[in-house]
């Protein structure tokens, strides 16, 4: 089992203004992972996306965290939580006043090393290089999800009267 830490020895890891302080690092036979997540108002997140080998729960411990999986969508407050079953498409963000802080989980654990990648990115000066950070999500087994289509992409429904009865 991994010894126990106190909350100084944490590493914490920040990109841009939302930061990860990595609590649990898989080995010593247990393959989970936890970091506290600190989300300001209106900050940069990572986009929609899953992991087929990682399962998640995240746990909101203050603030209010906008979280997403599949098509559910909810504004998690403290003792609240929401699990992501492997593959499922995901996402969080913060719309709301003050910061949110939460535990993410992961079985097996992402790793630390993914945050720091990321990071190195997004702090690198300027508009970070979404190229770069695609190709790190995928390194680490993170799938970005498609976009949505766009309403002025798709042709619109013909009109009632151009459609052809069912018989």
Not at 17 to 39: D, K, N, P, S, W
């Amino acid at each position: 089992m991994d010894r126990a830490r106190s909350p100084a020895q944490a590493e914490i890891i920040r990109l841009g203004a939302l930061e990860i302080r990595y609590l649990q690092h898989a080995g010593h036979g247990c393959e989970m992972g936890a970091f506290e997540m600190t989300v300001p108002p209106g900050c940069m997140v990572p986009p929609p996306h899953s992991h087929a080998g990682n399962e998640e729960l995240v746990y909101v411990l203050e603030g209010t965290l906008r979280y997403t999986v599949g098509g559910e969508t909810r504004d998690l407050q403290p003792g609240d939580c929401m699990a992501t079953p492997r593959g499922s498409v995901h996402a969080f963000g913060n719309p709301h006043a003050a910061a949110a802080r939460a535990l993410v989980m992961n079985t097996p654990d992402i790793g630390a090393q993914y945050f720091r990648e990321v990071a190195a990115i997004v702090n690198a000066g300027g508009p970070p290089d979404r190229a770069q950070l695609m190709a790190t999500m995928q390194r680490h087994g993170l799938t970005p999800a498609a976009p949505p289509a766009s309403a002025s992409a798709s042709a619109p429904a013909p009109p009632a009267s151009a459609r052809v009865p069912s018989r």
